[in-house]
């Protein structure tokens, strides 16, 4: 069973930065690895994913300021957030595909002044 381990998030002012880590626990490539939102009331949606070879895909609403990265040999991936808005509150859960879905337990991100 593999378990998808975040850490941080927490609080940020608008404008700010957070950086987002996951870590899978597993002995074989997580193909794709990344990283989900829930803002409060709204549905879960992607924030921005990458694939074992690099490939990034970002949300529209955060192209430009938030950057995916990934270390294929820790089978970690990380989500540095620049110029952080009110709207990124939300729960951000880290993902991973390898033939079947695996989600962490989430992360609270609070952007306010």
């Known amino acids: 069973q593999v378990q998808l381990v975040e850490s941080g998030g927490g609080l940020a002012q608008p404008g700010g930065s957070l950086r987002l880590s996951c870590a899978a626990s597993?002995?074989?490539?997580?193909?794709?690895m990344g990283w989900y939102r829930q803002p409060p009331g709204k549905q879960r949606e992607l924030v921005a994913r990458i694939t074992a070879g690099g490939t990034a895909t970002n949300a529209d609403s955060v192209k430009g300021r938030f950057i995916i990265s990934r270390d294929n040999a820790q089978n970690t991936v990380h989500l540095q957030m620049n110029r952080l808005k009110p709207e990124d509150t939300a729960v951000y859960y880290c993902y991973g595909w390898a033939y079947q879905d695996y989600w962490g337990q989430g992360t609270q991100v609070t952007v306010s002044s």
């Open positions: 597993a002995s074989f490539s997580i193909a794709v």
